[in-house]
């Protein structure tokens, strides 16, 4: 009896425990994105540290803008890279970025395909673009009209104008057997992506 009863209020204390959690990051954000940026800092920099990728993302953010701390591209690149590595889309298309710029970092486009990569595999619509672009151009990876096309159809197919722009602009350049085949792998990832998305949310 007594076991059960401490079994009880253990998970009862970690309910709470992660109730909390969820506020203080949610009071971190809301500072953020209202510019009070101490108190985003003071709600998100534990929560980072504990392992939150959300609030790893967000420190990253301040450091990589200046935003209530010296601008720090180290300390950017080492929160944004420790959120990338925890499936954080949004910092993996961060990192793709400062790669390609040269931001903190030498200015590298296989690095930041790389990280475009991942961010598009995670559904994030802008690395996706950015990929398609890679591909076309041949910047960080093999260049390849067909796998860029297919980036932009998977973007454009989710809504993005430019996407939708440049991947017809790429189709009188392919033949009609690499655009049925681009389509083709295009649709087979939005349909995964769609099943994993349904599936992701069935366990939540």
């Not at 985003?40 to 920099?45: F, K, P, R």
């Not at 925890?86 to 298309?93: P, R, S």
Request: glycine share 10%; proline share 2%.
């Amino acid at each position: 009896m007594r076991r059960f009863v401490r079994i009880t209020l253990l998970a009862v204390f970690m309910m709470f425990s992660t109730a909390a959690l969820s506020a203080d990051l949610d009071k971190g954000l809301d500072a953020f994105n209202q510019g009070d940026y101490a108190t985003a800092m003071a709600e998100c920099l534990p929560l980072a540290e504990g392992g939150n990728a959300e609030a790893m993302f967000c420190v990253g953010r301040m450091y990589a803008n200046g935003f209530g701390v010296d601008l720090d591209d180290a300390k950017a690149l080492h929160w944004l890279g420790l959120a990338a590595g925890n499936n954080h889309a949004e910092a993996q298309y961060t990192l793709g970025v400062m790669h390609a710029n040269g931001w903190g970092v030498a200015m590298n486009d296989v690095p930041a395909a790389g990280y475009y990569r991942l961010a598009a595999e995670n559904g994030h619509m802008q690395a996706q673009i950015a990929l398609g672009f890679s591909y076309s151009h041949g910047a960080g990876v093999p260049k390849s009209l067909e796998t860029a096309y297919m980036w932009f159809d998977i973007a454009a197919q989710r809504g993005d104008l430019t996407a939708e722009s440049e991947r017809n602009d790429l189709e009188p350049r392919l033949t009609e057997d690499e655009v049925f085949a681009a389509k083709r792998s295009a649709l087979q990832w939005l349909e995964g992506h769609e099943a994993s998305a349904m599936h992701a949310g069935a366990i939540e």
